[in-house]
Structure formats: structure tokens, C-alpha cells
């Protein structure tokens, strides 16, 4: 009796982690900067476009619709250190992280304490704080999502690319 009901919880296990596994339909990227003693790095979903364009995907969003930066689960944050991106402050922790469209057409990175919800599940009441991306064309097309972190003049950068697009934010 003992056997089967491992046999049958053993079972149960692996078609749950093949649930999960089913419900991240897209594959996940990493990145990761170190800045003198501070780590930084993201985790996010990899949707491709698949012959569709960006823009046509993200015109459906409005003024103060937020795009979850990737696919499936929430894309996280994750900071040793404190960070300033310009006038705004992030103190060390783990985030989700968004993009907020403007009634001006610009775009905000923001911050969520939330965090490793799916990815749909944005609390607007839990933001953080938004900082302002710089859109421009990217340097060669992004099939599929991408996050860059790197090091920049006196700190670091962020770069979201996907498509011809390209949304970046410096920060110490």
C-alpha cells in the first residue's frame, strides 16, 4: 500500500511541475551586472514576434497601461545595493518590473514591491516608483524579448529590446 501511494503522489508531483512548466510557455533570460560591490540582475519572460510587429503588439496599450516587460510570469528586479535612477531612489530588493505607456507616447520603467506574480497581475497601489525610459531604434532587430543590464559611465544600464525598439534608463 505504501508503494502505490508513492507511486501515485510521485505521479502527482511530475504532472505539476509539468503544469507549471506548460503554463511558462516562453523561455526565460537572465542578466546580471555587478557594480563595485552591488549586484543587479532581471529574470524575464522571452515572447517572439513571430512575423508580427512590436509596435502592432503594444499600440493596444493606453495611457497608463503597463506592459510586463516579457512573458508569463512577473519580470524581477533584483538589487543588492541601493540604486538612483535620477531623482528616484531604489532601495536593495526584489521587484517586478513594468513599462508604463504616457498620454504623451512616452514610456516609464516601474518598479512594483510585488513580485514573482503572474505576469498580468500588476497592483498599481504597490508601485514603487517610475522612472522615464529614452526610446530609440535598436542597433540590429530582437526577435525575442531581450534585457540588457551593463555597465555605463558612473553606474550602470538597462535596455529592453524587442523588435526595432529599444527603451533605456541609466542609473548609479
Known amino acids: ?19 507549471t512548466a506548460c503554463a511558462q510557455g516562453n523561455p ?3 542578466s546580471k551586472v555587478t557594480l563595485g560591490k552591488k549586484t543587479v540582475s532581471v529574470d524575464f519572460g522571452r515572447p517572439s514576434l513571430n512575423g508580427r510587429k512590436v509596435e502592432d503588439l503594444l499600440s493596444q496599450l493606453g495611457a497608463g497601461d503597463v506592459w510586463r516587460l516579457g512573458a508569463d510570469s512577473s519580470t524581477t528586479f533584483v538589487t ?7 531623482d528616484v531612489k531604489i532601495p536593495a530588493g526584489t521587484y517586478s518590473l513594468w513599462a508604463r505607456k504616457d498620454a504623451d507616447n512616452s514610456w516609464k520603467l516601474v518598479f512594483n514591491k510585488q513580485h514573482g506574480q503572474w505576469g498580468t497581475q500588476h497592483d498599481a497601489a504597490k508601485d514603487l516608483g517610475a522612472v522615464p525610459l529614452t526610446e530609440s531604434k535598436a542597433d540590429s532587430p530582437a526577435e525575442q524579448v531581450t534585457i540588457d543590464l551593463a555597465k555605463a559611465d558612473n553606474g550602470g544600464s538597462i535596455a529592453i529590446l524587442w523588435g526595432d525598439m529599444k527603451l533605456s534608463a541609466n542609473f548609479q
Not at 1 to 14: C, I, T
Not at 80 to 86: T, W
Open 28 to 30: 526565460r533570460g537572465t
Open 1 to 19: 500500500m505504501k508503494r502505490s501511494l508513492s507511486g501515485v503522489l510521485a505521479a502527482a508531483a511530475g504532472l505539476a511541475l509539468t503544469a
Open 80 to 86: 543588492s545595493g541601493e540604486l538612483s535612477f535620477g
